[in-house]
């Protein structure tokens, strides 16, 4: 009696089992009850609400051990188990403080750069040894600077107004970096042996661990767009008028003689009085695109970038490009290669080097168009078309307005981000996860702003 | 001695189904001495009665010496075998071959919806009307009320009665295309006889399927449908067509590229660049499942339809696509139907319903696909030799015949 009394008060302190199987019935697939139980009792979790935004990431990829990928990781392994990482082939998330709206690649080094109102709006990554990412303070012995950044470290800007000022663009050339700014025009570091800084060529200049950064801001109007050559910089304003200095001997700035140019000046030439809306430049050739979609070119055409218009391999005055291939809208100048994009979203090449059309096609005076099915085009998917085109030394890179971001060219140390290592004579994706919103393509290495998918 | 038989029809024999007079023929005079049992027959069918009486005779009159004169009125020795069998005892029941589709309804095995259809047909087959059966003269002790001796009479050869040999036909080739597991519906091929060797040349022509999917947001379960073991459920309000949209892109995009790598086509070749602007590279051997296309038909939360093109898939892996977008949407997603519209060259118009499951229509159907199968097979087997397109170019005259 007392002990059914105590088996009784037993049964009733257990909490009664949720769902009780009896051993004498088999187990199945769920019965549409018990499915139905389940789905009303289970907790529902949010993981995201309705408002959600979607982040702002950077991918590198490309040659690590100059810093330029901005791993640390990479060059100087921190952990035992990690191997250094000479070549990253596909593309990785480099973490940032701030939304990068900006980012330029140069030879060996990167600036990124962010509009933002705070104090630190540039940082500089990579090789440093001609004081192209300003003066990076060494932590070890504080008179000295460090030769290669490897990661993203603020440059400190002499701004006047640093709370107010916004940084609108970069650009990188080859030992060189401009900064453009909406109110205090354009700040510009690095080598200038050639004047490209804009400002007098001193002899027997050091440049690395300098401190100099040089202030431009006399020009017509305000400066919309810099563009760094090789050794050269190109400078757009407002009006419509581009500016150049720098090296000169390929006739890359435009202003009619081979000589350095150490103070920028405006160019004539065919662009005279032309209302220029973009300009482009990476290596010695330079291209610019006019507000009615005409192509204006000048410098390096040792790879026939401009022979359909000249014999000459220098071409120091621009000269027009009378491409019957419709309004241009876009340009990139590479080193030995050139591409448009037009107003319909077509995509034409010419130049040297692998230019997208398969292994034969190696060089053309004459732009051949890509046939927009590489750039996922089909009968099924009509709508994709190409919107923006990028050139690095010797590959290039386009983005569809489906946020997909298409490669070619020569891969060098694993900077078209595919995966592999070889050359790629066609346009091949590279997958992000995100969509690719811009890309800055540099020698051997490359930058993307993307947009996660939520 | 003889009886008189002049005035009796000739019977039929079985060499006389290939040429197809049927006209008075010259009478295929059985040898009175030999048994009679034997005119015009083949090995195969002797029945016990013509046995019986032969070994009475011995063998070996039966074997050698008869053959020479068992010979039709054209002189064309009787055809042994089975094959005239079945090409010409009624023209209207001949086994078909070809290939066709029919419509698997969700919740059956592929293997039944197989074994239904070969039912199916084989009950047909077997109920179309038999030639009249044979008759052969016997000559039979008189009556007793008669003189004694034997009296011709022309008595039914039991030994072709379907009573005695059984139904004609009890098994048909049936072969099964790419096969949809148990929830999966849609349109499903088939080949019937002949037709098996071309199934295996439309495998390796690795076209491209096409399924509807329908997903519904908010739950994931154990096996990606919306029947399995709830796992998880998530709020779903944040998701729009866009974002959806955005996933899909995404989807095709990695999955174009694993398409131009599995068809191992050296990229650096100016034939792989043609390729690839034209759009065909394709893998043509083994590969994982790859989508070449999916879009998004319909949007309505929580539920969403898509198309879907794939190769070398199982209607698993689409489900579980389906649970991916949901978790890359940070939400989950279940798939509550796929159903497969198009296999390679059939589409929907093509399945034959469950109701159409009968000789005719399916004769029909085999007919109306077989120029667009065979092109398809020339297109990508263009450079093979053209053995299996004689083959086929055969199996053509051969149902158009009869």
Known sequence: MAAAAVRRALRAARPPAVSQRGLAKPAGPPSARQLREADEASPIFQYVGKAVKRKDRVFVWGFSYSGALGVPSFVKPDAGWKKPRRIQATPYRLETDEKITSAACGYGFTLLSSNTTDITKVWGLGL?????????????????????VLEPSPIPLPLEKPQKTRVLQVSCGRAHSLVLTDSEGVFTMGNNSYGQCGRKVVEDEIYSESHLIHQLNDFDSRVVQVVCGQDHSLFRTKKGAVFACGWGADGQTGLGHYNITSVPTKLGGDIAGVNIVQVSSYGDCCLAVSDEGDLFGWGNSEYLQLASVTETTQVNVPRHLPFKIGKIKEAACGGTGNIVLTEEGAVFVWGYGILGKGPNVTETAVPE??????????????????????CGLSHFAALTNRGELFVWGKNLRGCLGIGRMEDQYFPWRVTIPGEVVDVACGVDHMVSMVKSFM | MCPGYSGTRPPRCRSSSSSSSSSARGTARPNPALPAGRGGGGAQSHGTLGTNRGAARGSLTRSAAHRPQQRGP????????????????????????????????????????????????????NAAPARPPRSRIRFLPAASAGPPGLVAVRVPVLAEHRLVRGPRFTQLK??????????????????????????????????????????????????????GKLIEKTTFDHITREKLERILAVIQGTNHKALLMHSHIDMKTQEAYELAVKGLIRPMGKSPPIITAI?????????????????????????????????????????????????????????????????QSIRSAILDCQLRVKTELEKTMGHWDGSVLQEMDAETAHTADS
Not at chain 2, 297 to 315: D, G, K, R, S
């Open chain 1, 128 to 148: 440093n040894k001609d004081s192209q990412l300003g003066f990076q303070r060494s932590i070890r012995d504080r008179t000295k600077g460090y030769e290669y």
């Open chain 1, 369 to 390: 168009m890509i046939p927009p099915s590489l750039f996922g085009w089909s009968d099924f998917s009509s709508d994709v078309r190409v919107a923006r085109v990028r």
């Open chain 2, 74 to 125: 054209h002189g064309r020795p009787p055809q042994h075998g089975a094959a005239p069998e079945a090409a010409g005892r009624g023209g209207m029941a001949a086994v078909p071959s070809g290939l066709f589709a029919v419509y698997k309804a969700p919740g059956v095995a592929w293997n039944r919806v197989r074994d239904a259809v070969e039912a199916r047909l084989l009950r047909e087959l």
């Open chain 2, 174 to 227: 049936i072969g099964a295309g790419h096969r949809l597991d148990v929830k999966a519906s849609g349109v499903f091929v088939l080949g019937v006889g002949h037709g098996n060797k071309l199934l295996s040349h439309l495998y390796s022509c690795h076209l491209s399927k096409v399924y509807t999917v329908r997903g519904q947001f908010g739950k994931a379960t154990e096996d990606f449908s919306d029947t």
């Open chain 2, 295 to 359: 879009r998004c038909l319909q949007f309505a939360l929580p539920e969403f339809q898509l198309e879907i093109h794939c190769l070398h898939e199982t209607q698993q892996y689409l489900r579980k696509v389906v649970h991916e977008i949901g978790l890359e949407l940070k939400s989950s997603a279940v798939c509550t139907q796929v159903r497969r519209t198009r296999d390679g060259v059939f589409t929907l118009d093509d399945a034959l319903l469950r109701t159409q499951w009968n000789l």
